[in-house]
């Protein structure tokens, strides 16, 4: 059985055709076929029948196409094609030579393994003549279509050239005129079919017909993009001119032959070639100045700056670098037309092709080639070898201020030849990649626009009467949908110029899908997926692997420890990699080892993973990564409360490579730092299938966000994995999720619904016979219940739990309990009880070690010093416990030392000591956003500024004390109204 895609999708069997179904099933065959003998997973199938939303039975679409197909070909030749299942997809499995498209391949690749012209026409004549139409024709809609044959239908017309340049070179030029007509005017955007119908005009003695061909390429370019013609077709245009046909015609060496071959010139040597300066041409190759440029006014000012300034006798080399289609060639291009009358001896512009589409970089050899014959060197005196060109056009641009631009370059290599050497020149070199063997060259990197320039460009290319009534968010909804990337800026707004029946809320509409996004952003030549697939084809095997891998993160950024995670591969390989991506702009580093993706590429690396990584690999990873979050965030709680190991869930080591903290102020770096990519995580693994991780990184998470008071993120984290574990039947994390809800509520003064989660996990603590979680609700309760005035309930609840505590043998909670309990006493008016049971936990908190709980216990002690009138000793608890709170890193403890130190500097009249800790707790207050603390600190401003006789200010912080008491419900809102109506 065959396989015909390369025009209507089709299958024979000798010479009867296999009916492959309907439009839909037909596309499956077509990618299973393009794909033979590899996975195709189920979810690119769904993605390409259905490329704006699935339906909900997409799946089973699929399968029933699959299953059709399958029983269609056993019947026809189950002995040579069979059609398998895996978990993640389907595999075609037949000798790949029985598909039209592999066939195409395989003659090419022997057309260009050939050394004799004529094998090499037969061959690309039987690889063309395969083709029936557009491949794929009638099995998709045309933007899937092309999805799937952009590089095959690229692949054609290199082809198409190849052999035409074959036949030209064999002197076929009379048969080939109208064949290359057809195709220049089909493809204007192609110059190598303008360039071989001039040639093959010329050789038939049509010389006007060849210069008007040059003419029409010319105005169509300056019609359409504002550009001159490239170098090469200048060239031949020039050659034409000369009467030049000696088969060293420079175009027809670079395009015409798929591999340039040099012939002998006459060498000439450098006195011969000084002779000829004073005959040489000035220059001016600058394309055309980009009228609507817009933005970069830093790096402009940065380089003019140095063309200023510069006294180092040696030529100024400007390396810009930056992402695809950040605009470096048009910034270039401006910049050199806003220096160029500063080298009145010519500018000079040539595109290395480093990157661009089915073409061959240029080498040094070729381009020092041009660049002679662009200042007026005779063919005949252009040397043969490279390092002679180099010596010749050193020499010639000794004594002369010249600017050249090389646009496109690959890497050091291709420039480095090139490098002038004379003081008064300027180079400027734009690449994908940062040029750092340059040793001389001054890096300009261009990155993403700023909001406003990214606002102004899209304004300028549009026009202010189109926009006017537009509103600011939308235009800037749609520069942030384009990543602020001047290419596709220019792209969307070109787009939305040219269709006057759209609104802007329209265009925002249609890039707000994250699916179709890079879809939009596609216009003729212009196509932001494509420029960065050409970066993405430059790497290495290893370098794209990772960049496909790397789409699978989650969060906004990595390092290399959690890439080595992903990707399964050492730390050291991660950093030589991640640098390698950097080095070519397909990821940023804003801070040192901290790598992210523009918002744009990581689209393109999602659909580039989700198209060349099985389902199966992809899990994989990430389960890799996951597990690498959880363990490592598990190990920096372990070095933040060591005191607490027993209360969060037990990780098994894993085998990835895992940071080490040295210290707790290393571990609370690393949280800090990771705190968004573990939230992100944590989301992640709730939506997409691993509901332990979820629930083991809120359970392991609870006390570092308490303690950086990260109020808003615990929120969301434990409502999560509490979602998560009622949803999966998980009694014991729902159980944590409750207790961690309910101290969270607590904190942010929410006493009901505290208590209800208190209440609830205390039962399903007690269902799974959990005796430290029982014991904790207790304690919890026990608090709420003091802070609501029930004193005696309070001390019975701390009792049970102090009880608990000491059975499982939790030296912490029992000091934290031990606390609590002299908190009763103390409002109850024990004094002495209280002072007992606060050393009782402050020695019993500094025996295992938890600073933040001694904190709490030298806080409840200064209190008593206080109420007994010793206020110096009280003044040195809280001072300490400050220092505590400091050293830690625990906001909520730094705000209770700030307030106590105030109430006691105020009580022993020192009003202006008091007003200072005071207002900083108010400040901390207010971020942390507890009202029960907002609260206590307004009532105690209130009381200094009464004493300081501020009594306008003394009555707006009672009068928000009292709003805020009310809102939390508590006794003291009375307290302060009696106060205010006596004020």
Wanted: charged letters at 25%; hydrophobic letters at 45%.
């Amino acid at each position: 059985m065959e396989f015909l895609l390369l025009g209507p999708v089709q299958a024979r069997l000798v010479d009867q055709p296999v009916h492959l179904g309907a439009r839909k099933q037909r596309l499956v065959a077509a990618v299973l076929a393009l794909e033979v003998n590899k996975l195709v997973t189920t979810q690119r199938l769904m993605d390409l029948i259905w490329p704006e939303a699935p339906p909900p039975t997409a799946r089973g679409i699929v399968q029933g196409h699959v299953s059709r197909l399958r029983i269609t070909l056993a019947g026809a030749d189950a002995k040579t094609v069979s059609l398998t299942s895996h978990g993640a997809g389907y595999c075609l499995r037949c000798d790949a030579g029985r598909i039209d498209v592999h066939r195409f391949h395989t003659l090419v690749q022997q057309a260009r393994g050939s050394d004799d012209d004529t094998s090499r026409v037969a061959l690309l004549e039987q690889a063309l003549g395969l083709w029936r139409g557009p491949a794929l024709a009638d099995a998709a809609p045309e933007e899937t279509r092309l999805r799937l044959t952009q590089a095959l239908d690229e692949t054609r017309l290199l082809a198409l050239e190849e052999r035409l340049a074959a036949q030209l070179r064999l002197g076929l030029h009379h048969t080939i005129i109208d064949e290359l007509t057809a195709l220049a005017a089909e493809h204007p955007e192609r110059h190598q079919f303008t360039g071989q119908l001039m040639l093959a005009l010329q050789r038939t003695g049509r010389v006007s017909a060849a210069l008007q061909v040059y003419q029409d390429a010319k105005r169509l370019l300056a019609d359409e993009l504002g550009l001159d013609p490239p170098d090469e077709l200048q060239r031949l245009h020039l050659a034409v001119l000369r009467g030049e046909d000696d088969g060293t015609v420079p175009f027809s060496e670079v395009v015409a032959s798929p591999t340039p071959r040099h012939p002998p010139a006459t060498l000439a040597s450098a006195e011969d070639s000084d002779e000829q300066v004073a005959g040489l041409l000035v220059p001016r190759q600058l394309p055309p100045d980009i009228v609507d440029f817009t933005g970069r006014t830093a790096e402009l000012a940065r380089v003019e700056a140095v063309l200023d300034k510069d006294i180092s006798g040696t030529p100024v080399v400007v390396a810009i670098d930056g992402m695809a289609g950040m605009g470096k060639t048009a910034f270039a291009i401006h910049l050199a037309h806003r220096v160029a009358e500063r080298y009145p001896d010519g500018q000079l512009f040539v595109d290395l092709h480093g990157f661009a589409p089915g073409v061959m970089p240029i080498s040094p050899a070729d381009t020092l080639d041009g660049l002679l014959r662009a200042i007026g060197v005779p063919t005949q005196r252009i040397p043969l070898h490279t390092a002679d060109r180099e010596a010749l056009f050193r020499s010639h641009l000794a004594d002369r201020r010249m600017l050249v631009v090389l646009d496109n370059v690959l890497d050091e290599e291709q420039v480095r030849p090139l490098l002038p050497a004379a003081p008064r020149c300027l180079l400027l070199v734009t690449s994908r990649r940062r040029l750092v063997g340059l040793d001389q060259a001054r890096p300009i990197t261009l990155g993403a626009f700023s909001a406003d320039d990214a606002v102004a460009m899209f304004t300028q290319i549009i026009g202010e009467d189109r926009l006017a009534g537009e509103s600011a968010e939308t235009i800037g909804e749609v520069v942030r949908s384009c990543g602020r990337l001047p290419l596709a800026i220019r792209i969307v707004a070109s787009r939305f110029r040219a269709r006057p029946a759209w609104t802007l809320a329209d265009l925002a509409q249609r890039l707000g899908d994250e699916r179709r996004r890079l879809a939009e952003l596609s216009a003729g030549q212009r196509d932001v997926a494509g420029a960065f697939h050409l970066s993405y084809c430059h790497l290495d095997a290893d370098q794209r692997r990772l960049f496909r891998l790397l789409s699978l993160h989650p969060g906004a950024d990595t390092d290399g420890y959690a890439t080595a995670a992903l990707a399964h591969i050492s730390p050291a390989c991660a950093d030589r990699l991640l640098q390698d991506l950097v080095d070519v702009h397909l990821l940023e580093e804003e801070q040192a080892d901290r790598y992210r993706f523009h918002d744009l590429l990581k689209t393109y690396a999602a659909e580039i993973v989700t198209a060349e990584e099985p389902y199966d690999t992809r899990r994989l990873a990430v389960t890799r990564l996951l597990d690498y979050y959880l363990h490592t965030a598990a190990m920096a709680m372990d070095a933040v409360a060591p005191y607490e190991k027993h209360r969060r869930p037990h990780i098994d080591p894993i085998a990835a490579p895992r940071q080490d903290f040295a210290s707790e102020g290393e571990a609370l770096a690393w949280l800090d730092a990771e705190r968004a990519n573990l939230l992100a995580v944590a989301e992640y693994a709730a939506r997409h299938g691993w509901p332990t991780h979820t629930c083991r990184i809120s359970a392991i998470l609870w006390r570092y966000l308490q303690l950086r008071a990260h109020s808003s993120d615990a929120l969301r984290l434990h409502n999560l994995a509490l979602q998560v574990a009622r949803l999966h039947e998980d009694r014991i994390n729902e159980s944590h999720a409750l207790r961690d809800l309910g101290a969270l509520y607590w904190r942010l003064g929410r006493y009901p619904t505290a208590l209800d989660h208190f209440h609830q996990a205390l039962a399903l603590f007690r269902e799974h016979a959990d005796k430290d979680g029982e014991a904790y609700a207790l304690s919890s309760l026990g608090a709420l219940c003091l802070r609501s005035g029930r004193h005696s309930e309070a001390y019975d609840y701390h009792g049970k739990a102090l009880a608990l505590f000491r059975e499982v043998g939790n030296r912490s909670s029992e000091a934290y309990a031990l606390n609590d309990l002299g908190l009763v006493c103390q409002q109850s008016g024990w004094e002495a009880e209280a002072m007992d049971y606060h050393r009782q936990a402050l020695a019993l908190f500094r025996e295992v070690g938890n600073q933040a709980g001694a904190g709490y216990a030298l806080i409840e002690l200064g209190v008593v010093y206080h109420a007994w009138s010793r206020d110096d000793e009280a003044l040195d608890h809280h001072r300490e416990a400050l220092a505590i709170a400091c050293e830690v890193g625990d906001r909520n403890l730094e705000f209770e030392a700030l307030h106590d130190l105030g109430v006691t500097f105020h009580a022993t009249g020192h009003l202006q000591e008091a007003l200072i800790h005071q207002q900083r707790a108010l400040e901390l207050a207010s971020r942390l956003n507890q009202l029960d603390d907002q609260a206590r600190i307004h009532d105690a401003l209130a009381r200094t500024y009464r004493d300081l006789v501020l009594l306008d200010q003394a009555r707006a912080h009672w009068e928000r004390a009292l709003a805020l008491y009310t809102q939390l419900g508590v006794p003291e809102a009375q307290h302060i109204r009696v106060t205010l109506q006596a004020l």
